[in-house]
């Protein structure tokens, strides 16, 4: 089994190259910005627990988020393996991973970032905003929010995994595809 934490900031790319990966490596795609929206979209209890922060683009307190997670990790423990994408995102998201992980035998493999400069960023969010109407993409305050959010809570775990001997950065500048290759050469170097 072989699980991957896709990880880099708002735009980075890692929805995108998450669906490359899942289905080369037939991992279970688990992106939590995902399910808070199609929560949103079906006006659950979880979505109106959740849309005012997504309206922000400030992160979903833990405890409501870490939960999320677990359930659909065990809804489908038949997964040859897992690529999470924008999970974890706080120090306290990653140390409940690796606890809940444990508790099912399982571990984090490997965690991925893409490094992308935030001018670059901050135009392929707005481009993004245009076609899938997405308001936290459209908004330059927002935007901004979730970088700040990103270097306040999320940059953190860089040195996290980076202890565990788990962390690894690929470039994500450039074309689609050049982008999946070096993601493929990453992962087949690490399996
Ligand atoms: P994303 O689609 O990954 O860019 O996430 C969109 C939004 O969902 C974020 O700005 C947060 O409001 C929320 N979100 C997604 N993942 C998390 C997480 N791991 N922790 C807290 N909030 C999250």
Do not use: C, W
């Not at 627990?49 to 988020?65: N, R």
């Not at 995102?89 to 606890?99: N, Y």
Request: proline share 2%; aromatic share 10%.
């Amino acid at each position: 089994m072989f699980n991957i934490v896709i990880f880099g900031k708002p735009g980075s790319g890692k929805g995108t190259q998450a669906v490359f990966l899942k289905n080369k490596y037939e991992l279970y795609h688990i992106s939590t910005g995902d399910l808070f929206r199609k929560n949103i979209t079906n006006e659950t209890k979880l979505g109106l627990e959740a849309k005012s922060y997504l309206d922000k683009g400030d992160l979903v307190p833990d405890i409501v988020t870490i939960k999320m997670l677990e359930n659909e990790v065990l809804s489908n423990k038949d997964a040859k393996g897992y690529i999470f994408d924008g999970f974890p995102r706080t120090l306290h998201q990653a140390e409940s991973l690796d606890l809940f992980l444990d508790t099912i035998d399982l571990k984090i493999n490997a965690t991925i970032a893409l490094e992308v400069n935030e001018d670059e960023l901050i135009s392929r969010l707005l481009e993004r905003g245009k076609v899938t109407n997405r308001s936290d993409d459209q908004d330059i305050d927002k935007i901004k929010n979730r970088f700040n959010e990103y270097n306040n809570k999320t940059s953190i775990l860089i040195n996290y995994y980076k202890n565990q001997s788990k962390f690894f950065s690929v470039d994500g500048k450039g074309s689609v595809d050049d982008i999946t290759s070096r993601l493929f050469d990453l992962v087949d170097s690490l399996k």
